[in-house]
């Protein structure tokens, strides 16, 4: 009886200490035969993303710029995420309310933002706006990845065929270094697709990981 009771206590005492990042509350059932499955797995076995509460991902779902950035923001700052990053407040005294906007701004996005647009690696519209229902361009999520990237670059390793904005060529190149994105066969870049939970699925496995899935 005394040991059974060590045991139960024993038990009790580990899952108490598990971090929550530890607990994984199973795979996505939606993604079985998606060319996305191997990433959002991966990601979600590491409790690096989230799914929604009827256990689906959603894979083709476009996702907006305040979906992206906590998704993003919460790879990033993973514990276990070895990227050698730009960690440097270019903005210390930020606050959201400072978005002309910031009343539609989930408070579920709102800390992830934040930490974005301290560092730099996120910003705003010149309107003063943040626009988060907006669904972000595959242009924006690889230059605020790739702003976070602390590594040499060259903008003339960009070999698209098709125009890509210049404000955002040193984060692409150092995304394109990184092995983020590559050249297609058509050579296109395909600035302002819009893009998908798969999608950044599979850019933020490969930025946490280091490579793409052979």
């Known amino acids: 009886m005394r040991k059974l009771l060590f045991i139960v206590t024993a038990l009790l005492v580990l899952c108490i200490a598990l971090p929550a990042a530890a607990v994984f509350t199973g795979y996505a059932t939606d993604v079985e035969k998606h060319w996305s499955k191997e ?3 991966y990601l979600q076995r590491n409790g690096l993303v989230d799914g929604y509460p009827d256990g689906t991902f959603r894979p083709d ?3 907006t710029r305040a979906e992206f950035t906590k998704m993003f923001i919460k790879v990033a700052t993973s514990e276990y995420c070895k990227v050698h990053q730009v960690k440097k407040e270019v903005k ?3 606050k959201i309310s400072q978005f002309k906007d910031h009343e539609k701004i989930p408070g579920w996005a709102k800390p992830f933002i934040e930490h974005a647009v301290k560092y730099g690696y996120i910003n705003g519209f010149p309107d003063g706006t943040f626009r988060p229902d907006a669904p972000i361009s595959k242009v924006e999520a690889v230059t ?6 602390n590594m040499e670059y060259d903008v003339s390793n960009l070999n698209y065929v098709d125009t890509i ?3 955002t060529k040193p984060a692409v190149a150092k995304a394109h270094q990184y092995g983020l994105v590559e050249t297609p066969k058509d050579g296109k870049f395909n600035p302002y697709k819009v893009m998908t939970r798969g999608d950044i699925a599979k850019f933020l496995y490969i930025y946490y990981v280091g490579e793409d899935i052979e």
């Open 144 to 149: 605020i990845i790739g702003r976070t990237l």
């Open 165 to 167: 904005p210049d404000w």
């Open 92 to 94: 210390p005294g930020f």
């Open 61 to 63: 779902r476009q996702v």
């Open 39 to 41: 990433y959002v797995w």
